[in-house]
């Protein structure tokens, strides 16, 4: 199961992401993020509730990284479980992207 939400702050989007982000769950991530897609400013990705994260789940959000990066759009990634930080870490995401983007406690 997938919970998203979505919120705004002093220009700031704050997307909350919990439970699931799998194979199953990918396509709703994806609507969710193009329906409530930032048109500028940061981008905060609050995974706080996230339990589980296959390749898939970490394929979309590398996508969506890329390109807020593109768009030279600033986003981090805060509140990662161990679990989680892990799956991201072994597939060298924080390397990649540089490990000032995530956070493990809240931003």
């Not at 706080?48 to 807020?68: C, H, N, P, Q, R």
Request: charged letters at 20%.
């Amino acid at each position: 199961m997938l919970s998203l939400s979505y919120t705004s702050e002093a220009q700031t989007t704050i997307l909350k992401v919990a439970g699931e982000l799998d194979l199953f769950t990918v396509p709703e991530f994806k609507a969710f993020y193009e329906k409530h897609k930032p048109v500028n400013g940061p981008v905060v990705f609050d995974l706080a509730g996230l339990e589980f994260m296959d390749s898939t789940g970490v394929g979309s959000l590398l996508a969506i990284w890329k390109d807020l990066s593109q768009n030279q759009q600033p986003f981090s990634v805060c509140n990662l479980n161990e679990d989680v930080y892990e799956v991201l870490d072994v597939m060298g995401v924080p390397d990649f992207l540089g490990e000032e983007h995530f956070k493990r406690s809240p931003f």
